[in-house]
C-alpha cells in the first residue's frame, strides 16, 4: 500500500506564492499517477492537478480549469515526491489540499486509492 505525507501548507496573502510537497512510501510497480485535491469549507472535494508516475517517462500535466496558467505541478522520481508550486494565490484558493494516488489517471471524478491527510492553505485577502 502506498503512503502519501503532505508538506508546505500555511497562510500567504493574496497574490504571494506557496511550494507543496507530496512524498510516497512504499513500492511503486508500473504506471502510478499522484496529484492534488483539495476541500474548501462547504465544499466538495475538487481535483486541482495530476501527473503520470512511470519508470520509463514524465508524463503530461493536468489541471483543473480554475487554477492553470497559476498552477504548476512536477515530480521527482528519485525522491518519489510530486510538488506543486502555487502562484498568484486567491482568497478562493483556502482549501485542505490533499496528496492522492492511483493505478489509474487522476482527475474529476477520479477514484482515488491512496489519500494524504491533508494541508492547510489559507489566503488572506
Known amino acids: 500500500q502506498v503512503q502519501l505525507q503532505e508538506s508546505g501548507g500555511g497562510l500567504v496573502q493574496a497574490g504571494g506564492s506557496l511550494r507543496l510537497s507530496c512524498a510516497a512510501s512504499?513500492?511503486?510497480?508500473?504506471?502510478?499517477?499522484m496529484g492534488w485535491f483539495r476541500q474548501a469549507p462547504g465544499k466538495e472535494r475538487e481535483f486541482v492537478a495530476g501527473i503520470a508516475w512511470t519508470p520509463f517517462s514524465t508524463g503530461l500535466p493536468s489541471y483543473a480549469d480554475s487554477v492553470e496558467g497559476r498552477f504548476d505541478i512536477s515530480r521527482d522520481s528519485a525522491k518519489n515526491t510530486v510538488n506543486l508550486q502555487v502562484n498568484r494565490m486567491k482568497p478562493d484558493d483556502t482549501a485542505v489540499y490533499y496528496c492522492?494516488?492511483?493505478?489509474?489517471?487522476?482527475?474529476?471524478?477520479?477514484?482515488?486509492?491512496?489519500w494524504g491527510q491533508g494541508t492547510q492553505v489559507t489566503v488572506s485577502s
Open positions: 492522492a494516488g492511483s493505478r489509474r489517471a487522476l482527475g474529476p471524478g477520479a477514484s482515488v486509492e491512496s
Open positions: 512504499g513500492r511503486i510497480f508500473g504506471s502510478y499517477s
